[in-house]
């Protein structure tokens, strides 16, 4: 792994300020509160196409995916933003299951692929340098 540099360090302070608007901290709120679907019906009962909450939902799933872009695009030291970003893994963890079931109904076979990459990389990550730490987290965040 890359020692992680000061441009690092700024991405994810911007980053961080992006989480902080009121419309995105709202939506990441309800995030977490709200969103534990199991199937992609359960997804378009909580979040129905034109409603708040599915923009709530798309704010909060394209934000992280953006997020993870700039891992997967090698512009952003994965090990600093592990370290400091645990709420995109608590997304991932809600939506793995759902993703190739949204890819499908959607014929979008890169929906949500950065996420997904970074996802898994997060899980890696955990299970090399806390041990037991991703199962304990994903029980109690709803995975």
Known sequence: MSQATYDDANLLLR???IRRETKMREARAWFVANFKPKSLAD???LC???SEN???MRMVLSYW???ASFITAGVLNPELFFANNREMLLVWVRVRKLIPEMRAAYKDPANSENLEAVGQQYI???ERTSP???EAFSAR???
């Open 15 to 17: 980053l961080y300020e």
């Open 43 to 45: 997804i378009q009962e």
């Open 48 to 50: 129905p196409p034109g």
């Open 54 to 56: 599915n923009a709530r």
């Open 65 to 67: 995916d953006m997020a």
């Open 124 to 126: 890696a990550y955990l």
């Open 132 to 134: 037991g730490a991703f």
């Open 141 to 143: 965040v709803g995975g």
